[in-house]
């Protein structure tokens, strides 16, 4: 298995020790280093390659978003903080995911699986994944197309997933965190562990649920800053 390379850019000493920890109960992660303020990440990064930060919004020096700018080819991001309302520049930034503090292991978890589907989803030349509005889904022996416009959300069944379009429910054997890796990040979020939905399709939601195409589908606690920032 190949390791993802990782820096933790954070300067709260408890919030370090967490991310550490975190870090070394996934076999894939590897961590070179951590930094206190993004200037010394900054000279990190000038000689070594990591594939993935974890970045502090309230930095010293040089504040976590302005310092994500001034990376011409960054690597993937996931954002660690305590203010749910940067989550939409952190989106449009393309940041991989947001952590609101206290971070839970299990929502750790979801956004460092994040990082490792899209490494294996990485577009090769003369691959136009990134500009294909459909999928191909394998249901019961054959390829089925759907399209991204048409999908509702996307729920866990065990080893299963069932994906609502407006047309019609499909089966496949796969998990979410697989079907998560090909859906576009800017369409669809995960709200729950159990559920995605399509941005385009939600008509109105509280802290608890969200109504999509007509369905109520519940908001995990760790999900909430994810529809705090739409």
Do not use: W
């Not at 996934?26 to 990440?41: H, N």
């Not at 369905?215 to 995990?220: D, N, R, S, T």
């Amino acid at each position: 298995m190949s390791k993802i390379n990782c820096i933790i850019v954070e300067d709260e000493p408890l919030a370090v020790k967490v991310l550490v920890d975190y870090i070394s109960q996934i076999p894939f992660l590897e961590l070179q280093a951590t930094f206190k303020d993004a200037i010394r990440a900054t000279e990190f990064l000038r000689s070594n390659k990591t594939d993935l930060i974890f970045l502090d919004i309230h930095l010293p020096k040089l504040k976590g978003m302005a310092f994500l700018k001034t990376l011409a080819n960054p690597p993937a991001v996931i954002i660690t903080t305590a203010y749910h309302q940067y989550a939409v520049e952190g989106f449009n930034l393309n940041v991989t995911d947001y952590l609101l503090k206290p971070i839970e292991f299990e929502r750790f978890l979801v956004a460092v699986n994040k990082v490792k589907i899209a490494q294996k989803e990485i577009p090769q030349p003369g691959d136009n994944r990134e500009t294909k509005d459909y999928l191909f889904l394998n249901v019961q022996k054959k390829k089925v197309k759907i399209l991204f416009s048409e999908m509702v959300y996307v729920e866990s069944q065990r080893e299963y997933i069932k994906i609502v379009t407006t047309k019609a429910e499909y089966i496949s054997k796969m998990s979410t965190h697989e079907i998560e890796g090909l859906l576009p990040p800017n369409l669809f979020k995960r709200i729950h562990r159990s559920f995605i939905v399509s941005t385009n399709k939600i008509e109105s939601y509280t802290a608890e649920m969200v109504e999509v195409g007509g369905f109520a589908i519940p908001i995990g606690r760790g999900y909430r800053d994810v529809i705090e920032g739409l």
